[in-house]
Nanobody, 122 residues
């Protein structure tokens, strides 16, 4: 059974960068679409970006376009999220998830990691 583990979160100053990684075990990722989501305190979980398993096509939330980049390495069984020009409003727990179709909708994903905290603050 596929399991996902996120890593790479931490504290960063505004304008800084972080790289999150989503590592899979129990099954290869190459049959799944992968999404990154985030949830700030008191807010609903929201889609950040996703990548398909077939052609590597991607989609981004407007709030992160041009700043975040998702990439997958099927050989390493990982999906990374490079986050640049971070803002305080990017602070949240970030989750990766696996599902049959690439989307930014929480309901399209059935397998979730435990999350990693990202805090953007001076």
């Amino acid at each position: 059974q596929l399991q996902l583990v996120e890593s790479g979160g931490g504290l960063v100053q505004p304008g800084g960068s972080l790289r999150l990684s989503c590592a899979a075990s129990g099954h290869t990722l190459d049959a799944y679409a992968i999404g990154w989501f985030r949830q700030a305190p008191g807010k609903e979980r929201e889609g950040v970006t996703c990548i398909s398993y077939s052609d590597g096509s991607t989609n981004y939330a407007d709030s992160v376009k041009g700043r975040f980049t998702i990439s997958r390495d099927n050989a390493k069984n990982t999906v990374d999220l490079q986050m640049n020009s971070l803002k305080p409003e990017d602070s949240a727990v970030y989750y990766c998830a696996a599902g049959p179709i690439p989307s930014l909708y929480v309901g399209d994903y059935g397998i979730w990691g435990q999350g990693t905290q990202v805090t953007v603050s001076s």
